[in-house]
């Protein structure tokens, strides 16, 4: 079995987000949890949930995939966003117990001059503080093109992290080809060392979830700017090989592309197709 979905605007409620996959032809998808700039989340509907499950339930969609909001920041200096972003991520934690069993992904953090060493302790700790045993939601670390103070940039300090979460069965990673791309993982010229790699130093039992982009930029550039599939630095065939790759088998793959509807129904359809092939 295969997951292909795209992100989604949230704003028009869970069953519409679950119509809208259906008819780019996915079967799973990503949203933000709230506006990935601002701050505030809509109010949980649950007419709207109970009408979601039963499509995702039907058209036996995969996990899903939510987005934290790019404002969250777990590791700042400035101790109020750092309260901020503990507060949106433990409210999020909350609103997705709604929809159970899915993933909740988000960027690690930007230790903004404390040094990643720093930027590791404050995040595993606020996990510490927010993930509880009840929770059916598993937290993913999503890797990072290790742009300015990111932390997350490489392999061996999400699982820095991991390491420091106490209730691990709740902690995972999402990798997202773009971001190790440009991180310096060369995924187009040694695609099995990568994996084992991330094998070696996190696991791939803690690979919960694919964001599925190609880059704009060369590998190494530490720059994040996603492309279209077969558009872009990585290149159509390597990705081909990435979706075709057994290590990845049954993960949710998420485009993230710069697309409209029809580019990301192309791209979901291509995906099926080297699936079926
Ligand atoms: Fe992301
Ligand atoms: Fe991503
Ligand atoms: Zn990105």
Known sequence: MYYIGNHLSSSDGYAAMGNTALALGGNTFAFFTRNPRGGKAKEIDKNDIEKFLGIARENNFGKLVAHAPYTMNLCSVKEDVRTFSKNIFADDIKKMAYIPDNYYNFHP???????????????????????LPE????????????????????????????????????????????HIWDGGYDIVHNLDGVIEEFDKIIGLENLYAIHFNDSKNECGSHKDRHEKI????????????????????????????????????????????????
């Not at 230790?111 to 503080?129: F, W, Y």
């Not at 061996?156 to 080809?177: A, F, H, N």
């Not at 990585?234 to 998420?254: D, Q, S, T, V, W």
């Open 109 to 131: 953090g930007s230790h903004t001059g404390q040094g990643v060493q720093k930027g590791i302790e404050i995040i595993a700790s606020v996990l510490n503080e927010i993930i």
């Open 135 to 178: 929770q059916t939601t598993t937290i993913l670390l999503e890797t990072m093109a290790g742009k300015g103070s990111e932390v997350g940039g490489n392999f061996e300090e999400l699982k820095e992290i991991i390491d420091r979460v106490k209730l691990k069965d709740k902690i995972g990673v999402c990798l997202d080809t773009c």
């Open 230 to 277: 077969g558009y872009g630095k990585i290149g159509l065939e390597a990705l081909k090989r990435f979706a075709l790759h057994p290590a990845f088998a049954g993960r949710p793959f998420i485009l993230e592309t710069p697309n409209d509807n029809e580019g990301y129904t192309r791209e979901i359809a291509m995906f099926k197709e080297w699936m079926e092939e």
